[in-house]
C-alpha cells in the first residue's frame, strides 16, 4: 500500500478570497480567488500566466462579518513570490509564498484598496 505524506509545513485552510494580482510594472491587475490560505502563502488559479520566481504585489480581501466583529472587509496588502506555476484546463494554478504584507483595517481604505491598484512600497 502507498503511503502519500504531505510535505507542507503550514497547514492550509481551504478559504474563498478575492486576490487581485499586479505585476510591479503594471496598472491592471488580474483578479482571482484563493482556494486555499496558511500562515505564509496561498493557491489561487489565475486566467493569465505567471512565471515561477516572479515577484508580485496582491491584495487578498478578507469578506467583511468572517471573523463575526467587522462590518467592512480587511485587506492585505501583500508582496509575494510565486512558487508554482501548474497548467490546468480553467487558467493557471499559482502557490503564492507571501514575503511581506500590510494589513488594511480602515473602512474606507479596504473598500478602495479592494478595487484599485496598492500604492507602491
Known amino acids: 500500500m502507498d503511503t502519500f505524506t504531505d510535505r507542507r509545513k503550514r497547514k492550509r485552510v481551504g478559504l474563498r ?3 487581485r494580482l499586479f505585476r510591479r510594472q503594471e496598472m491592471r491587475s488580474v483578479e ?3 482556494e486555499n490560505i496558511t500562515s505564509n502563502g496561498f493557491y489561487c488559479v489565475s486566467q ?3 512565471r515561477p520566481g516572479e515577484r508580485l504585489e ?3 480581501v478578507v469578506p467583511a462579518g468572517s471573523y463575526g ?3 467592512a472587509p480587511i485587506c492585505l496588502q501583500c508582496r509575494v513570490r510565486v512558487t508554482r506555476v501548474e497548467d490546468q484546463q480553467e487558467g493557471f494554478g499559482l502557490g503564492c509564498s507571501i514575503e511581506d ?3 488594511l483595517v480602515n473602512s474606507k ?3 478602495r484598496m ?3 491598484r496598492p500604492p507602491v512600497v
Do not use: G, K
Open 17 to 19: 478570497w478575492p486576490v
Open 32 to 34: 482571482s480567488t484563493t
Open 69 to 71: 466583529y467587522s462590518e
Open 114 to 116: 479592494a478595487r484599485a
Open 109 to 111: 481604505a479596504a473598500h
Open 101 to 103: 504584507y500590510d494589513l
Open 48 to 50: 493569465e500566466p505567471f
Open 58 to 60: 496582491c491584495i487578498i
